[in-house]
């Protein structure tokens, strides 16, 4: 079954204990991206990736890493996670072209 | 900057009422414009727009894209309460959203 894979689903941590969110895809899909999502503001984008080992900065990238050593995994990682990264986080992916994109079941991060 | 708006940001009808939902967009390399779902969990997928003025339909649900506008209209006929949740639309290349728009249908 085609799909995008988040883990995990819920996550409560306290602030400055570093985090990473996994994001996988099973279409061999060239781009992938996150976003987070909060009250009002839709889907903000935090970074994307075109394809293996390029990626770029989204609307919202201040405090996140990513990396994409794989074509099928793209993880979102806070090196120093803070309240205001508090969030409902999603992961995206799609395939060259214009197509549409397949979401993760998201993953609720609360920071305290 | 590119920006995608949606309007309005929340709407409440009754069951049976038609709706008409926006998306306008200033976007410097625009190919297509999605229109996607979203109730407690993950957007799911409805329509992709392309060409403008071609109509997509699914059931009680359409939308056509306007390119000289810029701007996308969603139409849901009928409303059920099965049809509350957030819509968004977002812009390709780059999958900017807007800020989507929350619609609640009362029986």
């Known amino acids: 079954e085609a799909q995008v894979t988040q883990n995990p689903r819920y996550l409560i941590t306290v602030t400055g204990k570093k985090l990473t969110v996994t994001c996988s895809q099973n279409m061999n899909h060239e781009y992938m991206s996150w976003y987070r999502q909060d009250p009002g503001l839709g889907l903000r984008q935090i970074y994307y990736?075109?394809?293996?080992?390029?990626?770029d900065k989204g609307d919202v990238p201040e405090g996140y890493k990513v990396s994409r050593k794989e074509k099928r995994n793209f993880p979102l990682i806070l090196e120093s996670p803070s309240p205001n990264q508090t969030s409902l986080y999603f992961c995206?992916?799609?395939?060259?072209?214009?197509?549409?994109?397949?979401f993760g079941q998201g993953t609720r991060l609360t920071v305290v | 900057e590119d920006k995608v708006v949606q309007s309005p940001l929340s709407l409440v009808v009754h069951e049976g009422d038609t709706v008409t939902l926006n998306c306008s967009y200033e976007v410097t390399n625009f190919r297509s414009l999605l229109w996607y779902k979203q109730e407690k969990k993950a957007p799911t997928f409805l329509f992709m727009l392309?060409?403008?003025?071609i109509e997509k339909k699914s059931g009680r649900l359409s939308s056509i894209l306007d390119k000289k506008e810029l701007s996308s209209i969603l139409n849901i006929t009928a409303t059920q309460t099965g049809d509350s949740a957030i819509y968004l639309c977002a812009v390709l290349y780059g999958m900017r959203f807007g800020a989507g728009t929350r619609l609640t249908v009362k029986p």
């Open positions: 990736s075109m394809n293996v080992e390029v990626t």
């Open positions: 392309t060409s403008s003025g």
């Open positions: 995206a992916s799609r395939g060259t072209g214009v197509t549409e994109a397949f």
